[in-house]
């Protein structure tokens, strides 16, 4: 069973995925590591962050390559029997992307501030087996049983400007950033129950539906056949007036020795009003579908087309009520140690949730100073605690002037259509003051020895 593959993943997100971002923990004093905690930054006292970027795709369960085929004629086909025997229970196809316009950091004895604006970009489709399989093998073999079959949808995407501010008191750090947040567009299903079952005594199907599919800004949901995207919808100029959100981030890092730190962090505890260009989409109660008679046809100049009656049991309602997303928490727990005043080792575990799927990064990293001005790195691991990662990195440090590479997965780019996870991360930023010479940071300590 082939179909042509015509996948429309838009990719809209409320939030940035922070695994990508893992092996920037053992830079020491360089601003980036204030993305996995706010509680982290750099020792000098004026820094320029010049525009960062990121990409982060995670599939899991299925992999592209396990769910299409390609003919002699170079297209790629949908092909859902092979999907079906590849599939776990829960198969779901991740991006996101960031790209931070650029930031401020100030530094004053202990305490710091810091500011920037970024784009964010996110989805997600989740797909459950017994979709899959009853895509494949059609109700027959499932007579009398029961399948959930509702995809989940995550995809949207939002401005953001933040101010963040750090503290440090003897060996603890504390850290914490306020995110004005502008929604661009969204579509997310909060209620995603499909239940299918086929009555083994009159052959009926019944489905128990309580579906919601809520937009702004972009979607056209007509019905399950005509869905469509309206690219007027997408707008910069609605910045505080529409779709409005705030965020916080929390982070804290102790000083265990001169050569450990400790830190954990709570990323994204806020959400979203969407207000503008609305859309919600229902599809609620115990509905069913008998068939066809097909006597009502004889004479009748009228086509005889199934799928319509198999569409409106769905039954969807349209409204246009504002609604809030809320962004999934995400919470980062880190080590460092300096084993030598040359080589870091790290350890890093990220968590998050979107819709219905737990994320989780595993990371081993290593970072040696080759020289004095560039350092480089590795990183092992695992992704959703199954699926092997590996990756490399890099610091470079001219002058004033450091910019950094990250690939938390080398191999996911090797063979993208067969990867579960690939990650980039690239980004600069320029020290206009440096720190004063009396004033050293704890965690350069070991750097000085």
């Not at 004026?46 to 390609?70: C, E, F, K």
């Not at 661009?184 to 199907?205: A, C, G, L, M, R």
Request: include cysteine; charge should be neutral.
């Amino acid at each position: 069973m082939k179909f042509r593959l015509v996948v429309c993943l838009f990719l809209i997100g409320l939030g940035s995925a922070y695994g990508q971002y893992n092996s920037t923990l053992l830079m020491n004093n360089s601003y980036q590591r204030n993305t996995i905690n706010p509680a982290m930054g750099s020792p000098d006292r004026l820094v320029l962050g010049i525009p960062q970027y990121s990409i982060n795709y995670t599939a899991g369960g299925l992999t592209v390559n396990d769910m299409v085929t390609s003919e002699i004629d170079g297209i790629r086909y949908f092909d859902f029997d092979k999907a079906y025997q590849n599939a776990g229970d829960k198969n779901f196809f991740y991006v996101d992307q960031r790209l931070e316009y650029g930031s401020i950091h100030f530094r004053m004895g202990n305490f710091s501030l810091s500011t920037g604006a970024s784009f964010n970009t996110q989805g997600q489709l989740r797909l459950n087996k017994d979709l899959i399989g009853l895509l494949a093998n059609g109700n027959t073999p499932y007579v009398g049983k029961t399948l959930d079959i509702g995809p989940g949808i995550f995809a949207q995407s939002f401005n953001e400007i933040y101010i963040g501010g750090r503290i440090e008191h003897k060996n603890w750090k504390f850290g914490a950033r306020a995110r004005i947040l502008n929604g661009v567009q969204d579509i997310s299903t909060p209620e995603s129950q499909i239940k299918f079952y086929t009555n083994p005594d009159i052959y009926q199907i019944e489905m128990e539906n309580n579906y919601l599919v809520n937009s702004s800004a972009t979607l056209q949901f007509n019905d399950l056949t005509d869905v469509s995207y309206d690219w007027k919808g997408i707008s910069f100029n609605n910045f505080l007036k529409n779709n409005f959100g705030f965020a916080l981030d929390f982070g804290v890092t102790y000083q265990f020795s001169k050569k450990l730190e400790l830190g954990i962090a709570l990323l994204d505890w806020g959400k979203i009003g969407w207000d503008r260009r609305l859309s919600n989409d229902l599809s609620q109660g115990n509905l069913g579908f008998a068939g066809l008679n097909l006597l009502d046809y004889v004479g009748n100049t009228e086509d005889v087309v199934l799928e319509d009656s198999i569409y409106q049991i769905f039954e969807f309602q349209k409204t246009k009520n504002p609604y809030s997303t809320k962004l999934p928490i995400r919470m980062n727990l880190t080590a460092k140690y300096a084993l030598s005043t040359k080589m870091n080792l790290g350890f890093v575990l990220n968590y998050s949730k979107y819709e219905k799927i737990n994320h989780s990064y595993l990371d081993f990293l290593m970072l040696y100073k080759l020289t004095k001005w560039l350092h480089i790195g590795a990183n092992v691991g695992m992704m959703q605690m199954k699926n092997p990662i590996f990756g490399i990195s890099g610091r470079l440090m001219i002058g004033r002037i450091e910019g950094y590479l990250c690939i938390d997965n080398a191999l996911g780019l090797t063979n993208v259509f067969n990867s579960h996870s690939v990650q980039l991360s690239a980004g600069a930023n320029v020290t206009l003051m440096r720190k004063k010479k009396k004033y050293v940071e704890v965690d350069e300590l070991i750097e000085l020895k």
